[in-house]
């Protein structure tokens, strides 16, 4: 467990503890950022995408990954204060660290995973949900899915809400009513946050960074539903986050595409 330290809020100077999260290296060991106490807080006054993340290096395998910019609301002004780290390399005595971040200025990212993302899962109109190699012994017994014909965007969302209900989940609503709109559309129930993308162009990664990091914030699962498809760098991404991602064909069966969505479909919410 990341230690936790305290930190001076630069609007009114309380003192809010805080502990880094860790976050899944593609080696499968996890990773902190090494938060620097030293470092003055900054106000967070306006939010861009480069300056969101971090590059944290593995203590295990030395590979570095972009990850969340570390955070803290302020219990008491609700300032969001930007938490200092180290950057790379640099230890809080001077030296050297196995896992030091600096902020991302650009996306790229070294040491992708060795393992090459499973290509998309064709559905017909007879394929059945959950039929994945990740589904064993250990898989959820439920009837089977009832589709909907997708003609819309709307028929999308609507797809992909009652496939969450048949995997277990209660509740799914758009949040706050908002109307269903061509593009893509948010989905919410209590342990899950999806996104639901009826385009016909193929779902990129920030996509499924977006959805992860929504997932984080609300202590929930974060899912993907595409009909286009997605990179492969998405898909690659998703892998390393553990993101489950699905396709949809005009049927309304969606499809596992990794072992996120063959784990989610077996075990249910």
Do not use: K
Not at 19 to 48: I, K, Q, Y
């Amino acid at each position: 467990m990341a230690e936790a330290v305290r930190v001076r809020c630069p609007g009114c100077g309380r003192e809010n503890g805080y502990a880094a999260p860790s976050f899944p290296c593609a080696c499968g060991n996890p990773v902190t950022p090494p938060l620097d106490p030293s470092a003055e807080p900054r106000p967070l006054t306006h939010r861009t995408w480069s300056q969101s993340w971090v590059v944290v290096r593995c203590g295990a395998c030395g590979r570095e990954g972009e990850w969340p910019q570390p955070e803290l609301g302020c219990g008491a002004c609700g300032t969001v204060v930007r938490v200092p780290v180290r950057p790379p390399g640099a230890a809080a005595g001077g030296g050297t660290d196995a896992a030091g971040p600096a902020t991302a200025g650009a996306r790229g990212r070294t040491g992708a995973p060795g393992a090459d993302p499973r290509a998309e899962a064709e559905a017909g109109p007879g394929a059945g949900p959950g039929t994945g190699s990740a589904c064993g012994t250990g898989a959820v017994a439920r009837p089977a899915f009832r589709p909907v014909t997708i003609r819309t965007g709307t028929d999308a969302v609507v797809t992909a809400a009652l496939y969450l209900r048949w995997l277990g989940f209660q509740d799914v609503r758009r949040p706050d009513g908002v109307a269903i709109p061509s593009a893509a559309a948010d989905l919410r129930a209590p342990g899950v946050v999806a996104q639901v993308d009826p385009t016909t162009a193929p779902v990129g990664l920030r996509a499924v960074e977006c959805v992860w990091l929504n997932g984080l914030t609300a202590a929930a699962t974060g899912v993907y539903f595409s009909l286009a498809g997605y990179t492969e760098e998405a898909r690659s991404r998703a892998d390393e986050l553990a993101v489950p991602l699905f396709v949809m064909d005009l049927t309304g069966v969606p499809q596992p595409v990794n072992d996120p969505a063959d784990e989610l479909v077996a075990q249910g919410a």
